[in-house]
């Protein structure tokens, strides 16, 4: 097993913040234990994906366009102490969405 410091972008949530609700993109890192590159990407998309915080904050409509994304960014392997200390990772840097 490999250590990953996972970098993942978000697009297209729409998210309430103190009663205002817009659509937003985010950036945030997690930092998974996998066995190989593909392995640690789908691990940290499921902590995304799972997270109580960000799905309480979400407000996207059922079946409306355009849904939530969220891609790989960036990744790099990282020794056992890193990952000991920074696990699982936390926390969203948002942003507005341009509307089209």
């Not at 490999?2 to 729409?14: A, C, D, I, K, R």
């Not at 998974?32 to 915080?53: G, Y």
Request: charged share 25%; hydrophobic share 35%.
């Amino acid at each position: 097993m490999s250590y990953f410091q996972v970098m993942l972008e978000g697009e297209n949530f729409f998210i309430e913040f103190d009663g205002k609700e817009e659509l937003l993109g985010f950036t945030t890192t997690r930092w998974v234990k996998a066995s190989n590159e593909e392995q640690a990407e789908l691990k940290a998309v499921e902590l995304i994906k799972n997270d109580t915080h960000l799905q309480n904050l979400l407000r996207n409509p059922e079946n409306e366009l355009p849904s939530p994304m969220i891609y790989l960014s960036e990744m790099c392997k990282v020794n056992w102490f890193t990952y000991v200390r920074r696990k699982p990772g936390a926390g969203y840097s948002f942003y507005p969405m341009g509307q089209e």
